[in-house]
């Protein structure tokens, strides 16, 4: 075999890396697959764990079906076996198994029996191997059995041969996950025998499954199936493992069919033949398209051949892929992708090219069956696609060829007046023989900037240049001496390598400089989506992104409320033809592209491509050019555009996300809100009142009978209450005024003194138990207040730290210059809050549980002291005593001009 000329493929690949890495710490799965019930999958998957049972492996019976079978039964003995889980299911009692149970067991294996099975309503999951994946993720290993019939992907396949619709499915891509697949084969001669005897169903019952599911074309067909799907799975098997080890492939253990697609006209047909090859050999083909420097220069009849050929090649059900040319031979990047994905069938089309031309570029074809290896080459002759009804456009050197500027830059480097200039100024230094150099660099120069044909004919004019100015005898072509003759040859071929390697660099760096300014702007464009957060932003950053990159015309559609309607276009457009709607429309309630150029309404104007997401489509994005017919993508573009819309897609999910998020949390606030003011009504309503209906009861009914004292102390408890039931009042009807935005303060100079001694005579029954100490600093400036506002919020933070501070304690309001502010303190000797709740006793109806017990009141007066403060720009904030245990609420508002006199 060919060894790799850089040694890519000797490295691991990264993806099965990651897949390796993702399986540590998983169990692993075996499923014993059959093609049909009573092959004997259950008796195979018990004899193998009676085997690591010996072994001494702890195994465990999650769930095992007999369906009364005596020599299932006998295997089943020596099992220890987790009890099932009783699920009540209309008027009985159904077994599922425990998964909680083996998972507190948690043993290394367990057996678990038919994994289509789907649980009883009530188990935690709805299917039998969904519990297989949790137990898969705890690390336990696992031995399943499957019937071919219940995979997903072949439910269709299987109602058509067996005219029987199977209800229970697992996906495709628990097979896929599974460790091992042993198949559990049976011909349907000693299946039906055994139907006969009675070990699958009743007499009875196996007469009507002989007729009818379990007849021998049935079940040779789902014989064929299930040794298909498998060899499907043990091929994957093998890739993944040629890929995490690095082994250079082919192995020729399955058949993988590979097709080159080119600008050739031919392209098409060799798809078809890699589609009837692959048929044949019954295996997957890939269409692969080389990009290179070159390939950009084609022009766009070339570029949509190819695109053309790579849109047949997925219709057929086969992989497009494009990857960029590696700076080497495009055989050699070819053979590098086959062996990765081990392909043993390479499929390309006979060389049409001139000698010259494969002399100048070299040959795909010849490259491939000399470095091949054991991997089948198929040249294939072919005949072209319209080839002559449409003539091919020019090479891109014939291109080249075509523009004058590249070939008189090239004359003019070569011969011009500089080059001979500095020949001539040399040559008595130098000598002849060095001038060459001069030519050379000119060459080079050339290469660089027009690419090889417009170098080779730089070539070609320095050549006779060089012969007609400076070899003897000088003003003619004659060569007069041999050995100019070989130094002129040697020029020549010197130039000619030069000038080739020269314009491979520079194709090189062209492809280099065009990926980079796409990942630039992909990179550019995530950073733009992150930063952004309205949809309005989202929308319109993709729009203007999708069209730049592009060169097209966009519109973003997305689905709001049971609307589907353009929400943003770059440039700005607000109609849709009815095509386009119908398109539109299709593309997002399929998570499938629509409209120009897709299989499905391709009369539309528009091609329109689902915004997706992991939970499924969001919108759409319609794109239109000023091509008229046809697609309108390129592979290339199309892989851009899928690249663009998956970031907007996730952006737009992102913000809308954080707007459910945000909704969640008010609604959230709203309850809570509302559970506290229903308990706060409910508690600081009825208390009050309960005391003044018992009072003025008492009163009436033992006015008489009652002393003087005792008739004083109900009505002093009467307008206690009632005072309380005010206050608790005018706090529901502050805070509605603060967050409708009514409270407008009436603000005068007031003397901070004068504050303090109008609260101190106010708060004088509530602080009746405790010891109340005024202390004002003298001489302090004025401040500009409500007076009201001042003294409420004021008598707020009085009464809340009269509740929370000990009864005895000292409570004292303060009153300091601080700067340019004056700040009004409340102080106790309470508790006190830890920093968590220094912010949270701000909040509507937060009241400070202590122990089992919460302080009466509606939990709204530092809240409504708070927005009075603020709304007279002063600022109210909670902080702990740095002397003592206790709170200090410190109000500080702005110092006015003057001070007390």
């Known amino acids: 075999m060919a060894e790799e000329p850089d040694g890519e493929g000797h490295r691991p690949s990264p993806d099965a890396l990651l897949e390796a890495a993702r399986r540590e710490g998983r169990g692993r799965l075996k499923l014993f697959l059959g093609a049909a019930p009573g092959v004997g999958k259950t008796y195979e998957m018990l004899e193998t764990g009676r085997a690591r049972l ?43 198994m425990d998964l909680d149970a083996i998972l507190a067991r948690r043993p290394e294996l367990v057996l678990v029996d038919e994994l289509a099975h789907t649980n009883a309503p009530g188990s935690r999951h709805p299917k039998r191997y969904m519990d297989v994946e949790e137990l898969l993720a705890a690390g336990i290993d696992i031995y399943s059995t499957l019937n071919i019939q219940h995979v997903e992907s072949l439910n269709d396949v299987v109602a058509q041969i067996t005219r029987v619709r199977i209800r229970e499915t697992v996906p495709d891509s628990v097979l896929d996950a599974a460790d091992d697949i042993e198949v559990v084969d049976l011909s349907p001669a000693d299946l039906i025998q055994r139907l006969h005897e009675g070990k699958i169903y009743l007499p009875r019952t196996a007469k009507r499954a002989i007729d009818h599911f379990f007849s021998p074309g049935n079940l040779t067909a789902l014989r064929e199936l299930a040794l298909r799907r498998t060899a499907q799975r043990v091929d994957q098997q093998l890739l993944s493992h040629m890929q995490s ?22 392209a098409q ?120 009804a449409a003539p091919q456009p020019a090479p891109p050197s014939q291109q080249t060829a075509r523009r004058p500027g590249p070939y008189l830059a090239a004359a003019a480097a070569a011969v011009g007046a500089v080059a001979l200039a500095i020949g001539k100024l040399i040559e008595p230094l130098v000598g002849a023989g060095s001038v060459d150099l001069v030519f050379l660099l000119g060459v080079v120069l050339v290469a660089s900037y027009g690419g090889l044909w417009p170098a080779l004919f730089a070539t070609a004019v320095s050549l006779l240049a060089y012969n007609f100015f400076f070899l003897p005898p000088t003003w003619t072509f004659t060569i007069a001496d041999p050995t100019n003759v070989a130094a002129l040859v040697v020029f020549t071929i010197v130039t000619f390598l030069v000038a080739n390697l020269a314009a491979r660099a520079r194709a090189e760096a062209v492809v280099a400089r065009s990926r980079a300014a796409a990942t630039e702007a992909l990179y550019s464009f995530s950073r733009k989506l992150a930063a952004v957060g309205t949809i309005d932003d989202v929308l319109w950053a993709t729009a203007y992104q999708i069209a730049s990159m592009l060169d097209m ?60 997401t992991g939970r499924g489509p969001i919108g759409a994005v319609g794109i239109d050019g000023d091509e008229k017919g046809g697609p309108l993508l390129t592979p290339d573009q199309r892989r851009l555009l899928d690249a663009l819309a998956g970031q907007a897609a996730l952006a737009i999910e992102r913000v809308f996300l954080a707007e459910d998020v945000e909704r969640s949390r008010r609604d959230a606030e709203a309850d809570r ?56 009042i005018n706090n529901l009807l502050d805070m509605t005024r603060l967050e409708a935005g009514a409270i407008r303060p ?12 109008s609260l101190a005579e106010r708060v004088a029954g509530v602080v009746s138990g405790h010891r109340f100490v005024v202390d004002v600093a003298p001489r302090l400036p004025m401040v500009a207040v409500d007076p009201v506002l001042i003294e409420q919020a004021l008598f707020n933070l009085v009464d809340n ?21 004056v700040a009004l303190a409340v102080l106790d000797e309470g508790p006190g809050l830890g920093a968590e709740e220094l912010e949270r006793v701000f909040d509507k109806f937060y009241r400070v549980e202590k122990g089992d017990s919460v302080r009466a009141g509606t939990g709204l007066g530092l809240s409504i002291s708070r927005g009075f403060v603020e709304a007279m720009g002063g600022s109210l904030s909670a902080a702990p005593r740095p002397d003592r245990s206790g709170l200090a609420f410190t109000i500080r508002l702005p110092a006015g001009a003057g001070e007390r006199p």
């Open 801 to 821: 730290a009269a509740k929370y501070a000990p009864a005895g304690t000292t409570i004292t309001l303060s009153a300091r210059r601080e700067g340019d502010t």
């Open 673 to 728: 809100l509302r559970q506290a003011l229903l308990s706060s009504i409910s508690h600081d309503l009825r208390t009050p009142l309960a005391a003044i209906l018992g009072a003025v009861g008492t009163l009436r009914g033992y006015g008489t009978g009652l002393d003087a004292a005792t008739r004083d102390e109900l009505l002093a408890t009467t307008e206690a209450e009632a005072e309380r039931l005010n206050r608790f």
């Open 245 to 266: 080890h690095a082994i250079p492939g082919p192995w020729a253990a399955g058949e993988r069919v590979l097709v080159c697609v080119s600008e050739d006209p031919r």
């Open 553 to 612: 015309r966009v519109v973003l559609l997305l689905a709001e409320d049971g609307d589907f309607a353009v929400r943003a276009g770059y440039p700005p457009e607000d109609q849709l033809d009815e095509a386009d709607i119908a398109a539109a429309k299709w593309a997002f309630a399929n998570n499938q592209p629509a409209g120009r150029g897709a299989d499905t309404l391709p009369g539309a104007r528009r091609f329109f491509m689902p915004l997706s």
């Open 269 to 388: 047909a060799l798809v078809r033949y890699a589609k009837r090859l692959a048929d044949r050999l019954r295996a997957p083909f890939v269409a692969l398209h080389i990009e290179t420097a070159r390939t950009r220069l084609l022009g766009e009849a070339a570029g949509a051949r190819i695109a053309d050929a790579l849109r047949l090649a997925e219709h057929l059900g086969g992989e497009a892929v494009t990857l960029p040319g590696g700076g080497r031979r495009i055989a050699d990047d070819v053979l590098a992708y086959a062996r990765r994905q081990n392909v043993n069938h390479i499929v390309i089309g006979k060389s049409v090219r001139s000698r010259l031309f494969e002399i100048l570029h070299g040959s795909v074809v010849h490259d491939l069956v000399r470095r091949a290896g054991t991997i089948s080459v198929h040249v294939i002759a072919g005949e072209a696609i319209d080839a002559a």
């Open 54 to 96: 010996a072994a001494g492996i702890d195994v465990v019976i999650g769930v095992v079906e007999t369906h009364g079978r005596a020599e299932t039964e006998a295997l089943v003995a020596p099992f220890e076996t987790v009890p099932r889980r009783q699920i009540p299911y209309r008027g009985q009692m159904l077994g599922e």
């Open 746 to 757: 009436a603000t005068v100079p007031t003397d901070p003194d004068e504050i303090v001694g």
